[in-house]
C-alpha cells in the first residue's frame, strides 16, 4: 500500500479493513505497483497471493482497469480520505453512535456536494492536466529519424491532445454529477484534502474533529461486533470486488 507505517491513514485503515492480508506500505504508489508487479511474477517461487492498493487519483477508467488486471486494487474513491465520507461508512457509524442514517448522510451529502460545485472548475483543470501529461509522455516516447521531425510532432501536439476539449468534456461530466446529486461519483473523482474537515463529517457523528472521527472508525473496525463486519463491508464495497479474491476469506467477526 502507500504512505508509510507510522502516519499515514492508508496503514491503519488496511490492515484492519483487509485482516487475512499481511499489509506493507511502500510509500509511493509507483512503488506499490512495481513491486506488486514483480511480487506477482515471482509466485512461482513463493506461492502467495500479493495484490497492492493505490489511491484512484485522477486515473481515467482505462488506467485503472489496467491496474486491477496487475492486481493492483483502486477504491472508487479520489483518496483514502474519501473513504471516510462514503455513504455506507457514515450510515453505520450515524447507527452505531445512534444518530438516524440518512438525515446524517443527507447534512454531509450537502456539504460535500457545495464544496464539490465551488471547487468544479479547479478539479476539472487538474484532471485534464493529468490526462495531458500522460498522452505527452505516449507521444513523445515515439521513433524519429530527425530533430526536425521531432520538433515538428511536438508543435503538432497541442491540437493532437486538444486540451480546451477534454476541459469542456470534464465540465460537462462535473456538471451532470451536480445535476443529478451522483453523490458516489463526486467522491470517485473529487481530490480535496480539506474535504474530511469542510463536509463538517465529524461534529454530524458526534466527534470533535476529523482525527478524532478517523479514530472512531478504526476503533469500531478493531472490535468484533456486527459493527465492524458492517464497517468493513462498506469499505471493501468500494474496490472492484473482482480485484480481491480474498473477500471471501474468514472473517474474524463475521457471524
Known amino acids: 500500500i502507500e504512505g508509510d507505517a507510522s502516519h499515514s491513514i492508508d496503514a491503519r485503515l488496511y490492515t484492519l479493513v483487509f485482516p487475512d492480508f499481511t499489509v506493507r506500505p511502500l510509500g509511493s504508489c509507483d512503488k506499490v505497483i512495481e513491486t506488486t508487479r514483480a511480487f506477482s511474477g515471482l509466485r ?4 502467495l497471493d500479493s495484490h497492492g492498493i493505490v489511491d484512484r487519483d485522477r486515473r481515467t477508467d482505462q488506467e485503472v482497469e489496467y491496474l486491477r488486471k496487475k492486481n493492483i486494487m483502486v477504491p472508487n474513491v ?10 455506507g461508512v457514515i450510515k453505520t457509524m450515524a447507527d452505531l453512535r445512534g444518530r438516524n442514517p440518512e438525515k446524517t448522510f ?12 465551488s471547487h468544479a472548475e479547479e478539479q476539472a483543470l487538474m484532471h485534464v492536466r493529468h490526462r495531458m501529461k500522460r498522452l ?9 529519424n530527425c530533430i526536425t521531425a521531432l520538433e515538428t510532432h ?5 491540437n ?5 476539449k477534454e476541459y469542456n468534456q470534464m465540465r460537462g461530466e462535473f456538471n451532470t454529477m451536480m445535476h443529478d446529486g451522483d453523490y458516489a461519483s463526486v467522491l470517485r473523482v473529487f481530490n480535496h484534502k480539506p474535504l474530511l474537515v469542510d463536509s463538517d463529517v465529524s461534529r454530524a457523528l458526534g466527534f470533535k474533529n476529523k482525527e ?9 473496525l478493531k472490535g468484533r461486533e456486527k459493527g465492524a463486519t458492517r464497517l468493513r463491508q462498506a469499505i471493501r464495497a468500494l474496490f472492484n470486488p473482482l480485484s480481491y479474491r480474498g473477500e ?3 472473517d474474524p467477526d463475521k457471524e
Not at 479520489?78 to 455513504?87: H, M, P, R, T
Not at 505527452?136 to 524519429?144: A, K, L, S
Not at 511536438?154 to 497541442?158: D, P
Open 44 to 47: 512461482n517461487m513463493h506461492h
Open 78 to 87: 479520489a483518496e483514502v480520505e474519501n473513504i471516510f465520507l462514503a455513504e
Open 106 to 117: 443527507a447534512r454531509v451529502r450537502q456539504r460535500v456536494m457545495r464544496e464539490f460545485r
Open 136 to 144: 505527452v509522455e505516449c507521444r513523445i516516447d515515439g521513433r524519429f
Open 154 to 158: 511536438i508543435r503538432q501536439l497541442i
Open 160 to 164: 493532437i491532445l486538444n486540451p480546451r
Open 212 to 220: 478524532e472521527y478517523i479514530q472512531g472508525v478504526l476503533s469500531v
Open 248 to 250: 471471501a476469506a474468514a
